[in-house]
Nanobody
Framework: QVQFVESGGGLVQPGGSLRLSCAAS????????MGWYRQAPGKQRELVAHFTTGGATVYADSVKARFTISRDNAKNTVSLQMNSLKPEDTAIYYC?????????WGQGTQVTVSS
């Protein structure tokens, strides 16, 4: 059974940083395209950063140069370093394969950017 457990969210002031982590089980992050998604209140879930199957990294324009996705194949974890956070980054953040297809979602981790 594939499972994703996200952690690392919290409340941070604008301009601050957070590092999110996703522990995957039942699936190898090394052989799958993995990504971070987010869903803000009243909005659709969007993909913000991901690895392609070839290992390249791709970022949404809204987070480019501020977020960095990384992975630890040995630990089967995917991380998202978020710098220069803005109020519009407030959302629940999830990891999943790209595309997610019919895979289930974890509980996500809440990121709130507010002064």
């Amino acid at each position: 059974q594939v499972q994703f457990v996200e952690s690392g969210g919290g409340l941070v002031q604008p301009g601050g940083s957070l590092r999110l982590s996703c522990a995957a089980s039942g699936i190898s992050i090394r052989t799958n395209a993995m990504g971070w998604y987010r869903q803000a209140p009243g909005k659709q879930r969007e993909l913000v950063a991901h690895f392609t199957t070839g290992g390249a990294t791709v970022y949404a324009d809204s987070v480019k140069a501020r977020f960095t996705i990384s992975r630890d194949n040995a630990k089967n974890t995917v991380s998202l370093q978020m710098n220069s956070l803005k109020p519009e980054d407030t959302a629940i953040y999830y990891c999943n394969t790209v595309p997610s297809g019919f895979r289930s979602w974890g509980q996500g981790t809440q990121v709130t950017v507010s002064s």
